[in-house]
């Protein structure tokens, strides 16, 4: 696994400047914390893929596994044999990316961890989206620089995201996403489809981990997870 890490803000803007910048700072008797500022460039900066330095997601050999969401993640025993998905509502882990290194042992004693599903709606302002699809990026790298396996969510919202809703993803590997809440309406199905066929083609995705209703159009290497009481649970697998 190879990803180049520029460096951290400590080291861009001088560890003296944090320390007198932090002193400004103060929650009653409380500093604020300087290493929770800065969108979390002080801990790492990558490189980054296209117009929008999205962080790089290494592929990954999956194996199989029951799935639970991350709500669960602190109280589950036999954390080896399973995996960590982020299909909630985003308020559930929005802590993983203002306090990302508190997480990262309980993590790893995961044996897969999704990229977090930052929310994508099509009636979020485009600087929005591509910040949640940056978020879910740096978060997926940074936990990787640590030894987790993660399997990246893929995600879109409309036709104009695939500029670049699909920076960062592999190539060749596997992917999960979801299908909730997509095929209550013919257009809501339609800008699902439309998405799905983009990352196919993109990303030609050995398998693809399921979450929700598989509508009869999706083809593919489809690991078919069953969405209820916020755990996974292995279906059936269905060939190219």
């Known amino acids: 696994m190879s990803r180049t890490v520029i460096g951290s803000y400590e080291g861009l803007i ?18 604020y914390k300087t290493h929770r500022n800065y969108e979390n460039i002080q801990r790492a900066v990558y490189e980054g893929i296209g117009q929008y330095q999205i962080p790089e997601i290494m592929s990954v050999e999956y194996d199989g596994c029951d799935w639970i969401g991350f709500n669960y993640a602190n109280g589950v025993k036999d954390r080896e044999k399973k995996g960590v998905h982020f299909f909630l509502d985003d308020y559930q882990f929005i802590r993983l990316w203002t306090d990302p290194y508190r997480y990262i042992g309980m993590l790893q004693q995961y044996a897969y961890v999704m990229s977090p599903d930052f929310s994508m709606y099509t009636d979020f302002p485009k600087a929005l989206q591509i910040y949640n699809h940056y978020r879910k990026h740096w978060l997926a790298a940074y936990w990787q620089e640590h030894g987790i396996r993660v399997i990246p969510t893929i995600c879109w919202s409309d036709k104009d995201s695939f500029e670049w809703c699909f920076d960062g993803e592999p190539t060749h590997g596997v992917v999960a996403i979801s299908s909730v809440g997509t095929q209550n309406s013919k257009e809501r199905k339609q800008r699902f489809l439309d998405g799905y066929m983009e990352m196919v083609d993109r990303l030609q995705p050995t398998q693809i981990i399921f979450y929700g209703k598989v509508p009869e159009e999706c083809k593919g290497n489809i690991v078919r ?16």
């Open 225 to 240: 997870i069953k969405a209820f009481s916020d755990k996974f649970h292995e279906a059936e697998v269905a060939q190219w």
């Open 14 to 31: 001088g560890v003296r400047y944090l320390r007198i910048l932090g002193s400004f700072f103060r929650i009653g008797d409380e500093m």
